[in-house]
């Protein structure tokens, strides 16, 4: 799964000359928190944020009337507070690649380029769907969590024991485990007993369940 799978395309922008007032009014009614920022040709020269123009706005203790407030905040401009040095992302970029990058970086949307325009943007939010989707959140099932040893066919032995009491195996995720010879593996199983097939991998030599439940 690539970036362009996932992401906003023709994402919504802002003008670099647009007040903060103006912005965050924008961002409000659009129940968005993050804006690329084009120039008068056109170009992304900058993003701006939820967190950034709350920042530029003045404190709820402040002295002034909601007049000067409101005075204040349409003098300040989105260029003024906007973010210039913009992490950006491709659309051919794997899904995980982009995840690592928000998380490396600590922020929560990537602006997605080609032959450096913007085409899309991809959003922490895009990010946990796809985790959903991937582990089938929203369908019904059996969750199980084992650890296998980290040789070659322990996935198939887990999957034909599966096929052979009548299930399916409708997602499927690994992660690493404490032990370095072995890894964890989290299936989303269907149309299975839970006590049989429990007791079914419990016999396959070398590997541990960890957790089942129904979700």
Request: hydrophobic share 40%; net charge negative; aromatic share 4%.
């Amino acid at each position: 799964m690539l970036v362009k799978d996932r992401m906003s395309v023709h994402p919504l922008t802002i003008s670099e000359n647009e007040s903060i007032f103006g912005a965050h009014h924008y961002m409000q009614d659009q129940n968005i928190r993050h804006l690329p920022v084009v120039n008068k040709a056109g170009k992304m020269v900058g993003l701006v944020t939820e967190d950034d123009l709350l920042k530029a706005e003045p404190s709820g203790v402040t002295l002034l009337s909601v007049w000067e407030i409101n005075s204040l905040l349409n003098k300040v401009k989105v260029k003024d507070v906007m973010v210039r040095d913009v992490i950006t992302t491709s659309e051919d970029m794997p899904i995980e690649e982009a995840a690592h990058l928000m998380m490396e970086h600590k922020i929560g949307c990537l602006p997605v380029l080609r032959d450096g325009k913007l085409v899309g943007l991809i959003t922490e939010t895009d990010i946990f769907q796809t985790f959903m989707e991937l582990f089938s959140a929203r369908q019904k099932g059996l969750r199980i969590t084992l650890e296998i040893p980290d040789t070659e066919g322990q996935l198939a032995k887990v999957a034909q024991a599966i096929a052979d009491q009548g299930g399916y195996i409708a997602a499927c995720g690994t992660f690493m485990s404490e032990d370095p010879t072995k890894w964890g593996l989290v299936l989303k199983v269907r149309n299975v007993d839970r006590e049989t097939l429990t007791k079914t991998l419990s016999q396959i030599e070398g590997q541990r369940t960890l957790d089942v439940r129904d979700v």
